[in-house]
């Protein structure tokens, strides 16, 4: 779908004819072709021993569901599974945006750099899939090492927005630096040098007392 757009097309094809085909076989097998359901692809399978196959893809509203199952006793048990995934698949979740291109989600500090810190920003709009109902808690945190080792160029990855909901996968997004940030001068690491072992001995001394 995303590495040979330009071939993808042909899964949709409902009848096509070529050479060496036996023409009762020029018809697509997919079952939910042309049912109003937004299907596009992909495949359809059959054995003795695994019984009836998909794998299905379709799009509705900039959405796109992909979907497999096997293990299907008949042709019409197949096509009533694929119709039945389609509509919960589509009806069930909702893409929503989690960030827009720029937005800060954090700040970062950075070490030795002749800039203190930079802001973790979303590089580009970040959307993803949530439930319609039953959502529950949406969970969100930044990832990365801390603090980031100058220089950072502006635009370079620095972080990982994680989104968790429950019952569906965790989804990690990049976030990039929004700022340059280049290697400090003498004084410039000099201060971080004393901020970062005062910041030792305070929670050494903290530790102590706990």
Same mark, same amino acid.
């Given at each position: 779908?995303?590495?040979?757009?330009? *071939?993808?097309?042909?899964?949709?094809?409902?009848?096509?004819? *070529?050479?060496?085909?036996?023409?009762?076989?020029?018809?697509?097998?997919?079952?939910?072709?042309?049912?109003?359901?937004?299907?596009?692809?992909?495949?359809?399978?059959?054995?003795?021993?695994?019984? *009836?196959?998909?794998?299905?893809?379709?799009?509705?509203?900039?959405?796109?569901?992909?979907?497999?199952?096997?293990?299907?006793?008949?042709?019409?048990?197949? $096509?009533?599974?694929?119709?039945?995934?389609?509509?919960?698949?589509?009806?069930?979740?909702?893409?929503?945006?989690?960030?827009?291109?720029?937005?800060?989600?954090?700040?970062?500090?950075?070490?030795?750099?002749?800039?203190?810190?930079?802001?973790?920003?979303?590089?580009?709009?970040?959307?993803?899939?949530?439930?319609?109902?039953?959502?529950?808690?949406?969970?969100?945190?930044?990832?990365?090492?801390?603090?980031?080792?100058?220089?950072?160029?502006?635009?370079?990855?620095?972080?990982?927005?994680?989104?968790?909901?429950?019952?569906?996968?965790?989804?990690?997004?990049?976030?990039?630096?929004? $700022?340059?940030?280049?290697?400090?001068?003498?004084?410039?690491?000099?201060?971080?040098?004393?901020?970062?072992?005062?910041?030792?001995?305070?929670?050494?001394?903290?530790?102590?007392?706990?």
């Amino acid at each position: 779908i995303t590495e040979f757009p330009e *071939y993808y097309g042909y899964f949709a094809m409902e009848e096509y004819d *070529y050479d060496g085909r036996s023409p009762a076989n020029r018809f697509n097998r997919n079952p939910v072709l042309g049912t109003g359901l937004g299907a596009d692809g992909l495949k359809t399978g059959h054995t003795e021993e695994t019984g *009836y196959s998909l794998v299905g893809s379709a799009v509705q509203d900039e959405r796109r569901l992909i979907f497999a199952f096997t293990g299907l006793e008949s042709a019409a048990a197949r $096509r009533r599974e694929a119709e039945a995934m389609i509509v919960w698949g589509l009806r069930q979740f909702a893409i929503k945006e989690v960030a827009s291109k720029g937005d800060v989600i954090g700040e970062i500090p950075v070490w030795m750099g002749s800039q203190s810190s930079i802001n973790a920003v979303a590089s580009d709009d970040l959307r993803m899939p949530f439930p319609t109902v039953g959502q529950g808690s949406v969970t969100t945190r930044i990832e990365y090492l801390s603090p980031l080792d100058a220089p950072i160029a502006e635009g370079a990855p620095v972080a990982e927005l994680v989104v968790s909901i429950p019952s569906i996968p965790v989804r990690r997004f990049t976030l990039v630096s929004d $700022r340059e940030s280049t290697r400090g001068g003498f004084v410039p690491r000099v201060r971080a040098a004393s901020t970062l072992l005062f910041d030792m001995a305070i929670g050494q001394v903290r530790s102590l007392m706990e």
